[in-house]
């Protein structure tokens, strides 16, 4: 996350949070706090309906409007003693998991200095510390999620290129298949038939010699050897090639 952002998310969570305890000591707009939080939930809901948000990453808006609702629900139903306090544990982990480690820890501090007005019985300090405690478990838990995550994505990147290799692999096998058959196909038609030509002309040239000197006479016997021994190493090698790629 850029610097500036960070600065912004961080006043965002501290503003945030004073905002809403202003509210909540205010003796006239402590009376409205459940419109309060139909109001914000109505303009969170079609903001999300609406605008969707550009950066999907960035659960900041989120966490704070649920920081809000709790908050002055808490304020609203009996503040530590309330039957929905343990919303505020769900609240500590949420922020591990879609925040910053650095947010989350400010988020922590701020809902202890809300709740600090309370520090009048064992109870509540007990209650306050138990939630402050809750962050680096959060913590710890977040990053093994956001680790696991990281494996998840590597497991995807590795399949990815094993699907590539393998695709590749089999490539190569259609295109080794395809130059064996064009080999034996060059053997068994091309090669072949020119020596067979060769062979054929050569006898034909041998079986009348009278114009032929002696020198021409033993050169083109040799032609004639030769040919077949080339013929006989092309079959030899066209065995080769069927019995290594069967």
Known sequence: MPKQNRFFSFFAIIGTLFATWLWANNEVLQNYNLQLCLIIFVIFFFAKTFFPKKEPTNFLPEILAFTIILLLLLSSTGELQSPLFFLSYFLIFAAAFLLDAYLTLALSAGLFLFFFRFFDSPRNIIQIFS???TTPIALYFGKLYLEQLESQEKI???KKQSKHLIAKNEQLSEN???????????????????LLKILH?????????????????ERLQSIHETAKEILKSGEKLKEKIDKETD
């Open 201 to 217: 002309l050569t006898a034909d040239l041998l079986t009348d010699l009278s114009h032929l000197t002696p020198t021409q006479k």
């Open 176 to 194: 080794l298949a395809n130059e064996e058959t064009n080999t034996l196909l060059w053997l068994s038609l091309n090669f072949k038939n020119s």
């Open 131 to 133: 939630l402050v405690l």
């Open 156 to 158: 995807k990147i590795l």
